[in-house]
């Protein structure tokens, strides 16, 4: 069992960063493929983001590439993602999202059994 905790959300002029952070507990974080999904109002949840156990695989939806940056830190059982050049559109609750699985990958949000409560992040025009 893992549980995860967001933070680092809030709103953000269009053009500017923020760096969500989600902190895991329990001894086994290495066990865990860790992904970043977001929903905005009235949509679906949708991956943005997923590294696997050592961070050499790593996927990023089409909208965020070159903007947004998964990473995690094995030591301090936390994942990162760090979002530059946001625009309105990324506006939605972020999620983390993690999976028992060192080299797979998933995509779906159906694959993921562990998700934190959630982080608004706002983009204003």
């Known amino acids: 069992q893992v549980q995860l905790v967001e933070s680092g959300g809030g709103l953000v002029q269009a053009g500017g960063s923020l760096r969500l952070s989600c902190a895991a507990s329990g001894r086994t974080f290495t066990s865990y493929a860790m992904a970043w999904f977001r929903q905005a109002p009235g949509k679906e949840r949708d991956i943005v983001a997923a590294?696997?156990?050592?961070?050499?695989?790593?996927y990023y939806a089409d909208s965020v590439k070159g903007r947004f940056t998964i990473s995690r830190d094995n030591a301090k059982n936390t994942v990162y993602l760090q979002m530059n050049s946001l625009k309105p559109e990324d506006t939605a609750v972020y999620y983390c999202?993690?999976?028992?699985?060192?080299?797979?990958?998933?995509?779906?949000?159906?694959?993921?059994?562990?998700w934190g409560q959630g982080t608004q992040v706002t983009v204003s025009s």
């Open positions: 999202a993690a999976t028992v699985s060192r080299w797979y990958l998933p995509f779906s949000a159906s694959e993921y059994g562990y």
């Open positions: 590294i696997n156990w050592n961070s050499g695989n790593t």
